[in-house]
């Protein structure tokens, strides 16, 4: 049976959901299912049009576009109904919570008897940089609310990791029998053949960091952790952060009052994150929470140790000491002790990033992540 599924997604750059698009996409198309776009998007945020949209029609998706503005207005949801309706799909699968909320709005509102399928890629970011995954401390908040009402209008939904399920089932977003659990697969560039390029080495001893520059990326901790380091190991060592964001100059004002200048890089937007990777010492993700953390495969690609919490997703896809090194939340004390250890046995983290690099060839895989994906619809399909 061929499936013809609709994609549906606010997009105004691309980030985690996005790369995840452009990667499972060719795939599912690659195994015959007729696949169509539908983004939403906003005129202060993406406007139409751009790099996704251009990326889409290149792969041969056809891409529809709905300008949702600030608020699910009548005239908005009828133009998401009727293109929900006419394209006659299996199935509408939706990602994040623009997404759920417009489509299940739509098709309450006009009676479509489309059928709506859901990936949770993420949750709140102003929750989870408070608390993580701690599902003790949600309440009834906006986000919570919306998003336990279009959840219970899925017929089927599934989320990338352990955690952020568990998460979705203990706050009563939904139930254990209505959520199912697909980890990201992509075939990853050989980062590791990127080694030996001296011009992204910047110090004899180098710490990489890589992601948004947004609060529950953690990097404050690992920045708080850096006088222990420079004391151990004086001007061998640099930071390196890749990324830009909100918190730029809150982290940098940081680095200055902690009076580490000299042993903090920023070096804003990066296209060279895998050969960063490869020509560090150590990845380091402090996350306080992470829907799944794609970075850890670009790490685990390069052959560099990686170094995190012990949180989410972090110790879903690591095993302390056999394919990386997980440290007690928030604990900077431990996470500096870590990260020297690291880079002063760099003997001893061959068999750990040997580790890491065969479970990301054995599991971590695309095809893997296509042939699940496409069983959810049959399933989802046949309840």
């Not at 053949?193 to 901790?221: C, D, M, P, T, W």
Request: proline share 3%.
């Amino acid at each position: 049976m061929k499936l013809k599924i609709l994609f549906v997604q606010k997009e105004g750059g691309i980030f985690g959901a996005e790369n995840y698009q452009l990667k499972v996409i060719p795939g599912l198309l690659a195994q015959g299912i007729d696949l169509e776009f539908l983004r939403l998007y906003t005129d202060y945020q993406g406007g139409a049009g751009g790099d996704f949209v251009d990326l889409l029609t290149r792969m041969g998706v056809k891409v529809h576009e709905v300008n949702i503005g600030k608020y699910p207005l009548p005239g908005v949801l009828r133009r998401i109904h009727k293109l929900a309706k006419s394209g006659n799909y299996d199935l509408v699968h939706t990602h994040l919570i623009h997404a759920d909320f417009h489509l299940v709005l739509a098709k309450m509102l006009f009676r479509g008897k489309y059928k709506l399928v859901s990936t949770k890629h993420g949750y709140d970011n102003n929750f989870t940089s408070r608390f993580g995954f701690d599902a003790s401390k949600q309440t009834k908040t906006p986000y919570f609310l919306i998003s336990r009402f279009a959840e219970r209008r899925m017929i089927a939904s599934y989320t990338i990791s352990h955690g952020l399920r568990n998460f979705f089932i203990k706050t009563g977003l939904t139930s254990k029998d209505r959520m199912s659990l697909i980890h990201y697969g992509f075939d990853m560039p050989e980062n590791h053949e990127f080694k030996n390029q001296e011009q992204h080495r910047f110090a004899s001893k180098q710490i990489f960091i890589a992601g948004r520059l947004v609060a529950f990326k953690g990097h404050k901790y690992l920045l708080d952790a850096m006088p222990r380091i420079v004391e151990a190991l004086g001007d061998e060592v640099k930071l390196v952060i890749a990324g830009t964001g909100d918190e730029e100059e809150t982290l940098k004002q940081q680095v200055s009052d902690l009076g580490i200048e000299k042993y903090v890089i920023f070096l804003g937007y990066s296209k060279e994150v895998g050969p960063l990777m490869a020509n560090s010492d150590v990845v380091t993700i402090p996350s306080i929470s992470e829907g799944f953390g794609v970075v850890f495969l670009e790490a685990f690609s390069a052959k560099t140790p990686v170094v995190s919490w012990d949180v989410p997703a972090g110790n879903e896809l690591m095993k302390n000491k056999k394919d990386g090194y997980l440290v007690q939340p928030y604990n900077t004390a431990e996470l500096s002790d870590c990260l020297i250890s690291v880079l002063q046995n760099p003997a001893n983290q061959k068999p750990v990033v040997e580790a890491a690099y065969e479970k990301l060839k054995s599991y971590f895989r695309l095809n893997r992540m296509v042939d699940q994906t496409i069983q959810f619809y049959h399933n989802s399909l046949n309840l």
